[in-house]
């Protein structure tokens, strides 16, 4: 049983494309790693949702690891167009990707 090696909880959200690049380069720090798959609500597309185990200090060097492994990306989604004579879709750029992180202290962390 460990206790307390871990003391922050990284929660981050990334696209389907970055996460095995994500966690290949999280997996160098030595950061204790799950993997859930998960669907945005937005645009309904597959992503990733990776738990994050983290000792205090570590921050800042997964920020950068996943700041380096996921990517933005603009895709274009057709939106019919309003009041036209045919329901014609029009293409619409949105950003997509990157990582939504969020960062929370652990009381207590056990394994067995």
């Given at each position: ?22 966690e290949r380069a999280l997996g160098t720090?030595g950061a204790t790693l799950f993997h ?77």
């Amino acid at each position: 049983m460990q206790v307390n090696s871990i003391q922050k909880l990284m929660i981050a959200i990334v696209q389907e494309q970055d996460v095995d690049v994500a966690e290949r380069a999280l997996g160098t720090l030595g950061a204790t790693l799950f993997h859930l798959s998960s669907t945005g609500g937005f645009l309904g597309r597959r992503n990733a949702t990776l738990l994050i185990g983290l000792q205090n200090g570590m921050e800042k060097e997964a920020i950068d690891t996943l700041t380096a492994s996921c990517r933005q990306r603009v895709e274009y989604l057709a939106i019919p167009l309003e009041g036209a004579a045919m329901p014609l879709p029009t293409p619409m750029p949105v950003t997509v990707g990157g990582a939504t992180v969020f960062t929370i202290p652990v009381e207590r962390f056990e394994e067995f």
